[in-house]
């Protein structure tokens, strides 16, 4: 899993300076735009993986 989560090789998983961090509640609110943060690591692996390799996966409904 910490393979998975890990934004580049030898890293380990992302990680946010809690400077950022403008809010905490229900939802973690932070200064930065979420295509910046590097946190989708996990989200891409499994899109090409397992979401991608599924019978119609990427093909138009038609």
């Known amino acids: ?6 934004v ?4 380990g998983p992302a990680r946010l300076d809690f400077g950022r961090v403008t809010g905490i509640g229900a939802v973690v609110r932070v200064d930065l735009p979420e295509e910046n943060a590097g946190v989708h690591a996990l989200e891409d692996w499994t899109r ?3 979401v991608g390799r599924l019978p119609g996966a990427g093909h138009a409904s038609g």
């Not at 899993?1 to 890990?6: A, N, P, V």
């Not at 580049?8 to 890293?11: A, H, I, K, P, Y």
């Open 8 to 11: 580049g090789e030898g890293e």
């Open 1 to 6: 899993m910490q393979r998975r989560l890990s």
């Open 48 to 50: 090409e993986n397992v």
